[in-house]
């Protein structure tokens, strides 16, 4: 909401290979006409603008419109008190992935025990049916984790602008789409007008040249990401995933990164359309076919950045020098390479920052010095909307297969994203070589990335999540998280303790 | 939504910055289908040393005597002065309905995460953006003065208090819907015609994401 369009000075912080740089004259090459291109965020905005409010704020049209059962239920009782009917049923899908418990699933709504939470469930079933959208119940096998589903159902296109009641909608961007998480009352305001009232934000390009090494993922390169711009290094700004690191990465791994933007601040985070885009989409239920695929195809090969677009903030890393990634502390920016060490707070020059490490050391019970491969762990979670998807388990199964998960592992979980996802990995046997390593295979949901079920941290328990967020309890209470890709989760699990995923490739 | 002219109250500091909305409301505490009952939660693992759930009223609670929030002399504070990249984290309105509930009107930090700044503005919680070393200035007279208060102005966009002023800025659009108080919704149905004509012309140019079926 901050985002007018004007230069800002980056945050100097300099470190390893990256470069931030702080003036947009470095960052444009104006054409001949001296009129400056569009950049892949500026096109899907100027497609989607209806109109200029008479207060200034722009009516975005909405293309594609997610809904669970959490953030929902009191914007569909906000459109009944005033009396209003959805815009348009077909733009919206729904699925329960909150607070859905991971065992049990065949009983259905009579399996959930948290009565408060079955509450909800039957809320979205009642409002879906009452208002007619359409909607993934949870013993439908297309279930799952919101931001899972619509990609893997072709709701998410190319050049689409969706929105969701959760933070973590950015995950979308990864089709060149612009996807923000929205709160209650825009849930409400979308599903009346097919609008969103926003300011457009500004630009910023994250670029990541070379190649990520073999067993370092974009999980790891998000992190590493992060930790250089901080958690509010793209305030008020849509990123652009830019860079033959990125190019290289497959659909699934683009959402990972995407899936982040919004820890390092950014509403929206966004991949232009590439063979890569196109080839995932091909087949899936929601996505066009025959004629119309040519004709769509056509539209989003141009979802790209121009070459002349202005961008008002930058950074560059080179992905090759990264090495596998582990967050430390309480704050996704707090992050360390699988070689590096728990950081004192004298490391830190800003007042604020070591503040914000001394708070972090306490509840993480971590000791400055400490190696990071040193720190043992009580549980394992590999899933949420970040890493539950079918490339994920087959990263973390190749670390697990033969081995078996540490006897001072409490507990490991695999939670797939999907019903789909999960249906997958059993057809490749997935699921057995989890379950022979000792680890706990799951119905799709949420889970314990926010421990809204029953899948969540005791006080005081460690935790190798492949999740996006270690906040205070974020986990359960008390309880504390390190921020993992899924093959180094693996590894974690089968080692007691973080090992770097490379040396078991 | 209330609409907001002036306000005066009570400050209370919370010298954290990244305060995020697991830390607002935890997430235990979003399976109500409803707006309210949140305030008594608040900052819930903060606030208490045990750990919460919605079947548990206050009084059952271990209160958290050294958090800020439960110090006496904040009780009934309704400005809260914080630090930078308050709101970040997941998009759960249900964090400003707590912080409106438990009876903040006014944040002041030297910045906001987005879709936090969005919610706040959708439910009269106004929030002001002042350069750090005058929020550190706040901080520390609300940590020294005794009930210190200040004079939220959102006509003159000033602040003041004890001795203390500043003036902040605030977008003219954001201004007008705080203190008109206005619906949202209402205010965009009036183009309810513009986004219908801009609707025939989208299904034209990009029929594929319509559902003809």
Redesign the interface.
């Known amino acids: 909401?901050?985002?007018r369009r004007r230069p800002r000075p980056c945050e100097a912080r300099y470190a390893h290979s990256w470069m931030i740089r702080a003036s947009i004259a470095s960052l444009t090459m104006r054409g001949a006409s001296g009129v400056a291109g569009k950049t892949l965020y500026d096109k899907v905005w100027d497609?989607?603008a209806?109109?200029e409010?008479d207060?200034?704020?722009t009516?975005l049209?909405i293309?594609?419109h997610l809904l669970h059962e959490?953030?929902s239920?009191?914007a569909f009782?906000g459109l009944e008190l005033?009396g209003?009917q959805p815009?348009?049923l077909?733009a919206n899908l729904a699925t329960p992935d909150?607070?859905l418990p991971t065992t049990n699933r065949a009983a259905g709504i009579g399996g959930i025990v948290?009565e408060?939470?079955r509450?909800?469930v039957i809320?979205l079933d009642d409002n879906c049916r009452r208002f007619g959208i359409r909607q993934f119940e949870m013993t439908d096998p297309r279930q799952g984790i919101v931001h899972v589903v619509g990609p893997e159902q072709g709701a998410t296109?190319p050049?689409?602008t969706i929105v969701c009641?959760?933070?973590h909608?950015s995950t979308h961007g990864a089709f060149a789409a612009l996807a923000q998480?929205?709160?209650?009352?825009?849930v409400?305001?979308v599903l009346?007008?097919?609008?969103l009232?926003?300011?457009k934000?500004g630009n910023m390009r994250v670029t990541a040249t070379g190649r990520l090494a073999r067993g370092v993922t974009s999980k790891d390169l998000i992190l590493a990401i992060i930790r250089h711009i901080g958690?509010?290094g793209a305030?008020?700004h849509t990123i652009e995933f830019a860079g033959s690191a990125v190019r290289a990465l497959s659909m699934e791994a683009r959402m990972t990164l995407c899936n982040m933007s919004?820890e390092a601040?950014g509403?929206a985070g966004m991949v232009a359309v590439d063979d890569t885009t196109i080839e995932y989409l091909r087949g899936r239920p929601?996505?066009?076919s025959g004629e119309?695929?040519g004709?769509?195809e056509a539209?989003w090969r141009g979802l790209v950045s121009d070459p002349d677009a202005e961008f008002d903030r930058a950074a560059e890393l080179d992905a090759s020098s990264l090495s596998p990634q582990v967050s430390w502390g309480t704050?996704p920016e707090l992050v360390l390479g699988i070689d590096e060490a728990v950081p004192s707070p004298e490391a830190f020059d800003e007042p604020?920052?070591r503040?914000?490490c001394e708070?972090a050391l306490a509840y993480m019970d971590l000791v400055p010095g400490t190696p990071i491969r040193d720190v043992a762990l009580d549980r394992v979670f590999i899933g949420s909307c970040t890493n539950a998807r079918i490339e994920d388990l087959r990263a973390a199964a190749t670390v697990v297969k033969g081995r078996r998960v540490a006897s001072s592992i409490r507990e490991a979980l695999v939670v797939p994203g999907s019903g789909l996802v999960k249906r997958q990995a059993e057809a490749e046997g997935l699921d057995a070589v989890f379950r022979e390593a000792g680890f706990e295979w799951r119905d799709a949901g949420c889970s314990m990335c926010?421990?809204?079920n029953d899948d969540r941290l005791y006080?005081g328990e460690r935790c190798a999540s492949t999740s996006n967020?270690n906040?205070?309890?974020?986990q359960g209470?008390?309880g504390r998280t390190h921020l993992v890709s899924p093959a180094m989760a693996a590894a974690a699990a089968v080692n007691g303790r973080f090992a770097d995923v490379r040396e078991y490739l | 939504m209330q609409a907001f002219d002036t306000h005066t109250g009570l400050v209370v500091p919370l010298d954290r910055a990244n305060v995020d909305t697991d830390q607002i409301i935890p997430k235990q505490f979003l399976k109500s289908i409803r707006r309210t009952g949140f305030g008594d939660n608040l900052f819930d693992a903060w606030r208490f040393r045990d750990e919460g759930d919605m079947t548990k009223t206050a009084n059952e609670r271990e209160i958290n005597r050294d958090f800020v929030l439960n110090e006496p002399r904040y009780q009934g504070a309704s400005v809260l002065v914080t630090r930078t990249n308050f709101g970040c984290g997941s998009s759960r309105e249900h964090a400003v309905w707590a912080l409106l509930e438990y009876g903040f009107r006014c944040i002041i930090a030297p910045s906001f995460a987005d879709i936090f700044s969005g919610n706040s503005l959708q439910n009269g919680l106004l929030l002001v953006t002042l350069p750090d070393e005058v929020v550190g200035q706040l901080i520390e007279r609300a940590q020294t003065v005794p009930e210190f208060s200040l004079t939220v102005d959102l006509p003159k966009q000033t602040i003041a208090g004890d001795g203390f002023a500043a003036s902040f800025d605030i977008e003219p659009e954001r201004k007008r819907l705080l203190a008109e108080g206005l619906d949202e919704i209402a205010q965009t149905l009036r183009y309810a015609d513009a986004i219908r004509a801009f609707e025939e012309a989208h299904r034209h140019r990009m029929p594929w994401v319509f559902d003809e079926t």
């Open positions: 909401m901050h985002g497609a989607h209806v109109a409010r207060d200034g704020m009516l049209y293309d594609r959490v953030t239920p009191q009782e005033a209003r815009w348009r077909d909150h607070n948290d408060i939470a509450t909800q809320a296109l050049g689409m009641g959760d933070s909608t998480g929205i709160g209650t009352s825009d409400e305001h009346a007008t097919q609008c009232a926003q300011r934000a958690t509010a305030t008020g919004i601040g509403r929601f996505a066009p119309m695929l004709e769509a539209h704050s604020a920052r503040e914000l708070r926010l421990a809204m006080p967020r906040f205070e309890g974020r209470h008390l």
